[in-house]
């Protein structure tokens, strides 16, 4: 009896002891698919020659390879795949680097607009309509890709001038790579035509951190009939290690202003301005960027001003959706530049959702030639908000501008704008479009100025054709 009480006790023993090597086996083995990518990534990480292997395939140190649309103000992405693997303003859902084709982008808005003018800028109030046409191709390249993009707003013969207005814009964006450590990167915008069409004309957009962000000058207000405007930058940088770059930046900006029609003898302004910029940038992890910078600025007409800064910064994607960037440091100008400037900065928090929601907020201290505000610094603010339910999306972007005194000038330029609409898709190309836009500004060479939009449209851009 005893004997067979213990084969008893010694089978439970071994089936007691297999149980638990089974259980702890799955355990481990959850534990392991859960630690594998991370494992993965820390033995890359710790690799001895992580600091200076480069990828076996040519890439862009520069990762903002996107551009915005001039049509529908949103991303274009200039590599085919958004940071989510889908295309933007494509008809693809997810791709491999094969399907990314050259694309042909199209569309046109047909609107009507009550202007209301208050004071100050020459518009008087009335009804308009306008046209707005766009084109754009984008075409890969072996180690990029460029896009080009034309569109305007067209006023054909009932503005305040009683003729026909318009108002142009071209965008280039090009990059690529010289080798698997040089990459470069070419971009250009102009912009010519009537004043009062260019209040007509969507907000221009930059990008930041793959979301579209309002431009801040257009919250400045000019008494003239055309304008033109022309900004350039080309820019080298050089892949120091898998997690290190330093870049090299060259910009040109030229402003041409007629003079105010309202005053005798008032002449136009011209300025050119060019600047240089090296960065560099080290890779802490997937979701940190530690940055640092120096710049130099110079007037190539009117008085002598140069100014020359730099800083440091970091830039920290909290989330997929959600990211910031702040950067800052100290600044030196010459007496003609204005106002002494003790610091520059930029901050910016921006998030895209998968769900079309959008939202960003936006501060700099910049160097501009662009405008007469009596000025050639200004720090500028700019938030927006957009909502997707079912078909329809609701916006609204606004922005604060201030300028900077130049030696002699009575007033600072302040101006401020907000512009909220909403979008009801009807089909996949067609909707049906209405906002309200306001801009107010004071000071500087301008006199104080008032002026209000509503407007009606229908928008049509379909998918673009691939090609």
């Keep these: 009896m005893s004997k067979i009480l213990n084969k008893w006790a010694l089978m439970a023993a071994v089936l007691g002891c297999a149980i638990l090597g089974a259980s702890a086996t799955a355990q481990s083995g959850s534990d392991n698919k859960q630690d594998q990518s991370t494992t993965t990534q820390d033995q890359q990480t710790n690799k001895p020659d992580d600091q200076t292997r480069v990828p076996e395939e040519p890439v862009r140190a520069n990762t903002d390879s996107y551009a915005v649309s001039l049509g529908t103000g949103q991303i274009i992405s200039m590599s085919g795949q958004s940071a989510d693997g889908e295309f933007v303003l494509g008809t693809l859902g997810k791709s491999k680097a094969s399907e990314f084709r050259s694309q042909f982008f199209y569309g046109v808005s047909a609107a009507s607009v009550y202007t209301n003018s208050f004071a100050g800028v020459g518009t008087q109030s009335l009804h308009s309509t306008s046209v707005s046409p766009y084109l754009a191709v984008l075409v890969p390249t072996k180690t990029g890709s460029y896009v080009a993009q034309y569109t305007s707003v067209i006023n054909p013969n009932d503005t305040s001038s009683g003729g026909p207005q318009a108002y142009h814009t071209i965008a280039l964006k ?18 010519y035509g009537s004043e009062s069409a260019r209040f007509q004309a969507p907000l221009t957009y930059v990008v930041i951190q793959t979301t579209p962000v309002a431009d801040a000058s257009a919250a400045v207000l000019l008494r003239t009939k055309n304008v033109l405007f022309s900004e350039g930058a080309a820019r080298a940088a050089y892949l120091l290690s898998s997690r290190d770059a330093i870049g090299f930046t060259l910009t040109h900006t030229y402003t041409g202003i007629e003079g105010d029609p309202a005053a005798v003898g008032s002449s136009g302004s011209h300025s050119n301005a060019v600047g240089a910029k090296i960065d560099y940038a080290r890779t802490v992890s997937s979701r940190v960027a530690l940055k ?7 007037m190539l007409n009117g008085p002598a001003c140069n100014t020359f800064g730099g800083g440091v910064g970091v830039s920290v994607k909290v989330t997929h959706a959600v990211g910031f960037d702040v950067q800052g440091g100290p600044q030196r100008n010459s007496n003609a530049c ?38 050639h610094w200004e720090d500028n603010a700019t938030v927006g908000y957009s909502k997707d339910i079912r078909r329809l999306t609701l916006t609204t972007d606004a922005g604060v501008i201030r300028g900077e005194l130049l030696p002699g000038s009575a007033t600072q330029y302040r101006g401020y704008f907000v512009s909220p609409r909403a979008h009801l898709r009807l089909t996949r190309a067609l909707g049906l479009s209405g906002g309200y836009r306001t801009f107010r500004g004071n000071g500087g060479a301008l006199v104080a100025g008032n002026v209000s939009f509503a407007v009606v449209s229908l928008d049509w851009y379909p998918m673009a054709i691939h090609f």
Excluded: I, K, P
């Design 338 to 375: 204005g106002g002494q400037q003790n610091a520059n900065f930029s901050g910016n928090v921006v998030g895209t959702f998968h769900n079309g929601d959008r939202l960003y907020a936006s501060a700099n201290r910049v160097f501009t030639s662009a405008f007469r505000v009596d000025g």
């Design 292 to 298: 640092a910078y120096g710049t130099s600025e110079t």
């Design 174 to 191: 090009a990059d690529g790579a010289f080798s698997r450590r040089w990459s470069w990167q070419l971009s250009e915008s102009g912009s």
